[in-house]
């Protein structure tokens, strides 16, 4: 059965920084594309950041480039996305996704709650 | 690529057939769209990928179809359980965006 457990979501300060986890088990990690996905309290989703299965392509939503790094460690079987000049708008339940072989999200974990502010 | 779902909000009853649209700013390849539900409190779970296929376990009350800008997600008979929102996606280009989701509830 594919798991996927997201940690790491804290309240921290305006400017602040902070690296979500996601630990997945249940499918050989190392061959599939990875994302993240966020959610604000209330409103839709949105795209984040993708991994590829190597680690070797990365890509970001423009609201978050150049603050956010993804990353993956296939011997841990676990992705990272850290997280730094935090905003307010940042604040939403963070999701870790995995990309079917078409791209699509086919399993996601149940998110971790991030909340900047004062 | 914007993708613009319509209606925000769908009222409906137990019985009768939805009719979910997502409308894409430029064209999508129909290999890379997909459909999400997503109720109170849980995770998204994936519905339908590339326009038109149903994911696992999926019921063939749901079905997809579409190319090019335009695409649609059908609830042929609602059952209780498919009141939620949802959300359709494109994965043709990144970013990876997101439309903005319908809400289907009970009328």
């Known amino acids: 059965e594919v798991q996927l457990v997201e940690s790491g979501g804290v309240v921290v300060q305006p400017g602040g920084s902070l690296t979500l986890s996601c630990a997945a088990s249940g499918f050989n990690f190392d061959v599939y594309n990875m994302h993240w996905v966020r959610q604000a309290p209330g409103k839709g989703l949105e795209w984040v950041s993708h991994?590829?299965?190597?680690?070797?392509?990365?890509d970001y939503a423009d609201s978050v480039k150049g603050r956010f790094t993804i990353s993956r460690d296939n011997r841990e079987n676990s992705l990272y996305l850290q997280m730094s000049s935090l905003r307010r708008e940042d604040s939403a339940l963070y999701y870790c996704?995995?990309?079917?072989?078409?791209?699509?999200?086919?399993?996601w974990g149940q998110g971790t709650l991030v909340t900047v502010s004062s | 690529i914007v993708l613009t779902q319509s209606p925000g909000i769908l009222s409906l009853s137990p019985g009768e057939r939805a009719t979910l649209s997502c409308r894409a700013s430029?064209?999508?390849?129909?290999?890379?769209l997909a459909w999400y539900q997503q109720k109170p409190g849980q995770a998204p779970r994936l519905l339908i990928y590339g326009a038109s296929n149903r994911a696992t376990g999926i019921p063939d009350r749901f079905s997809a179809s579409g190319s090019g800008t335009d695409f649609t997600l059908t609830v042929s008979r609602l059952e209780p359980e498919d009141f939620a929102v949802y959300y359709c996606?494109?994965?043709?280009?990144?970013?990876?965006?997101f439309g903005q989701g319908t809400k289907l509830e009970i009328k």
């Open positions: 996606q494109q994965y043709d280009s990144s970013p990876y965006s």
């Open positions: 996704a995995k990309a079917a072989w078409g791209g699509d999200l086919d399993h």
């Open positions: 991994i590829r299965w190597d680690g070797g392509s990365t």
């Open positions: 430029q064209s999508v390849s129909s290999r890379y």
